[in-house]
């Protein structure tokens, strides 16, 4: 195993528990225009895809066309539970503060509501500087722009580069960039982020201090 010289959080699901928030609210809207689709069948189909291509998918599985309103109304419904409900992820604090390697996010969510998310929790002061979204690149993930983007800012190579990601979609995005990832299973099953490509999994932060000194030493 290559050196570890950068650690890459994703931020929705990883650093902060947003995405069963965003996600009741995504799919409450929904209803509101008719369209009802199960919980389980919208985190496995479209969670952690931007929205250019979760409103693809909709037309796709549903020949359903999202109204212009759509994200206005989703945008501003998110910000405002976000702002009231939105937690860090479980002992996420202290295992940022463990590492001693630079660390960074890379996330699809858009940088202000990455932002808006840090500032609710403690976790602010911790990545200020540090932010890297998919604004910044051609395409989102899966693609691996963005951790290639963030990778080159911080001066190391693909191959010393631990990303840790929830999503089949993240994990994915983060091997095509040629990273080490390890899947945290808050969002989705382990077996799904292995069959993406994590090389290890894990359900509490507590141990990412542990899987890291086993992996690298």
């Given at each position: 195993m290559k050196a570890l010289k950068l650690v890459i959080f994703d931020c929705?699901?990883?650093?902060?528990?947003?995405?069963?928030?965003?996600?009741?609210i995504f799919l409450d809207i929904l209803q509101g225009?008719?369209?009802?689709?199960?919980?389980?069948?919208?985190?496995?189909?479209?969670?952690g895809s931007g929205m250019s291509v979760v409103k693809a998918l909709l037309y796709q599985h549903h020949n359903f066309t999202l109204p212009d309103d759509f994200f206005k109304s989703f945008n501003a419904m998110s910000i405002e539970a976000l702002?009231?409900?939105?937690?860090?992820?479980?002992?996420?604090e202290k295992a940022i503060d463990d590492l001693n390697v630079p660390f960074c996010l890379a996330s699809n969510s858009s940088p202000e509501k990455v932002r808006l998310m840090l500032k609710k929790t403690t976790l602010f002061n911790r990545f200020d500087g540090k932010i890297f979204t998919s604004s910044l690149v051609a395409a989102p993930k899966p693609a691996p722009d963005i951790y290639l983007h963030a990778a080159k800012a911080n001066g190391v190579s693909p191959e010393n580069v631990l990303v840790i990601e929830d999503t089949h979609i993240g994990?994915?995005?983060?091997?095509?960039?040629?990273?080490?990832?390890?899947?945290?299973?808050?969002?989705?099953p382990a077996e799904k982020l292995i069959n993406a490509g994590a090389s290890k999994t894990f359900g509490d932060m507590n141990d990412l201090k542990g899987l890291i000194e086993q992996t690298y030493g």
């Open positions: 929705d699901g990883v650093l902060v528990d947003s995405e069963p928030i965003t996600n009741q225009y008719g369209l009802s689709i199960p919980h389980e069948e919208f985190v496995a189909k479209y969670v702002e009231r409900d939105l937690k860090a992820i479980k002992n996420v994990v994915t995005a983060a091997v095509a960039a040629g990273m080490n990832v390890f899947g945290y299973t808050g969002t989705f």
